[in-house]
């Protein structure tokens, strides 16, 4: 290895700085992996907090939104207008938080969130909103007619 690098960089080249490599090196390692195990935990935590079926709710005339997660759940909560909360949607956001604290299940901050949702009108039923998820009956070719 030629040593022009690091006298262009003003080092001096008798006394290189290699006890300061030798110690920075192994901590910018543990710090790499360090980040890697928050980021497989994100991604753990991410999926634990999954719903077993989304909750699809009416956000406009045009607009139904799936509420897969905790997270959607959360983002759709705190964009409700303040005047329109209640105690309902003061249940289903406690639900939420204690689902996510780990003090309840999962099922039980959905199901709060669906009450929600039927008790403000906009909890939407997939079947009858999108006919296409639905199974075929028989004879039915699903084509376009000629």
């Known amino acids: ?13 008798e006394n290189r700085p290699l006890h300061i490599l030798r110690r ?7 710090t ?3 980040h890697l195990k928050s980021f497989r935990q994100l991604e753990v935590s991410m ?3 999954t719903f077993e ?5 009416r956000a406009s005339e045009d607009l139904i939104l799936e509420i897969a997660c905790l997270e959607d759940a959360f ?8 005047h329109q909360r209640g105690i309902v949607y003061e249940t289903a956001k406690r ?11 999962l099922k039980v901050a959905r199901d709060a969130f669906a009450g929600f949702a039927r008790s403000v009108k906009i909890l939407e039923d ?3 909103t999108m006919p296409w998820i639905t199974a075929r009956r028989s004879g039915e070719t699903g084509g376009v007619a000629a």
């Open 1 to 13: 290895m030629s040593d022009a690098p690091l006298a262009s960089c003003g080092l001096d080249i």
């Open 24 to 30: 920075s090196l192994p901590v910018a390692g543990v």
């Open 32 to 34: 790499i992996l360090n």
């Open 47 to 49: 999926s634990v907090r």
């Open 53 to 57: 079926s989304p909750v699809f709710v």
């Open 75 to 82: 983002d759709f909560l705190d964009e409700w207008p303040k």
């Open 95 to 105: 639900a939420c938080h204690r689902a996510f604290d780990g003090l309840i299940p």
């Open 126 to 128: 997939v079947a009858t």
